[in-house]
């Protein structure tokens, strides 16, 4: 009976460390829970079991650890977690040359400060000086800056 609450606790206690260094990192409380369970396994076979074996049980667990996490961060793991396409695209690329200092339009979204307004038709990312803006309000374009749209309120 012993020996399957020590192995029970080596297990769950690794399974909840991969568990943090996987699926939910930086939470924290996976990971504290799992390296409890390891201290509880090491624990409880040196005071059932004696010196050396409790020796064993930690030399084992604690080279079942490092090798399972070392197999994680070197196997495909992250490749299959991680995103793989980069998002080059700019909203207001290019587009901005039709407009100029002066221009009137309507915001089609609060602007706090950043949101999106709609010029002559077609709908840009607009900023403001810092001020809100309510949805629907007339603005102004007081400056382009590098496809940036700096609007003021009417």
């Known amino acids: ?5 020590v192995i029970s606790l ?3 206690g690794l399974i909840l460390i991969l568990i943090e260094i996987i699926f939910i990192p930086g939470t924290t409380i996976f990971g504290i829970i799992g390296f409890i ?3 509880l396994s090491n624990y409880y076979s040196y005071t059932e079991f004696g010196n050396q074996v409790g020796l064993i049980v930690s030399i084992i667990s604690g080279s079942s650890l490092v090798l399972a996490v070392i197999y994680v961060l ?3 793991t ?3 977690l991680s995103l793989k396409k980069t998002n080059t695209a700019q909203f207001n690329k290019g587009k901005t040359k039709v407009l100029k200092i002066g221009d009137e339009g309507v915001t089609a979204s609060s602007l706090k400060p950043y949101g999106k307004g709609i010029f002559n038709g077609k709908v840009y990312e607009i900023k403001t ?3 809100y803006i309510k949805e629907q309000k007339k603005i102004k374009i ?4 590098h496809n940036k749209i700096i609007v ?3």
Do not use: A, P, V, Y
Request: with cysteine.
């Open 152 to 154: 003021k309120n009417l």
């Open 142 to 145: 007081i400056d382009i800056l």
């Open 1 to 5: 009976m012993e020996w399957i609450i």
């Open 78 to 80: 992250w490749e299959k």
């Open 129 to 131: 000086n810092g001020n």
């Open 74 to 76: 070197k196997s495909k």
């Open 37 to 39: 369970c390891f201290l």
């Open 10 to 12: 080596l297990i769950i």
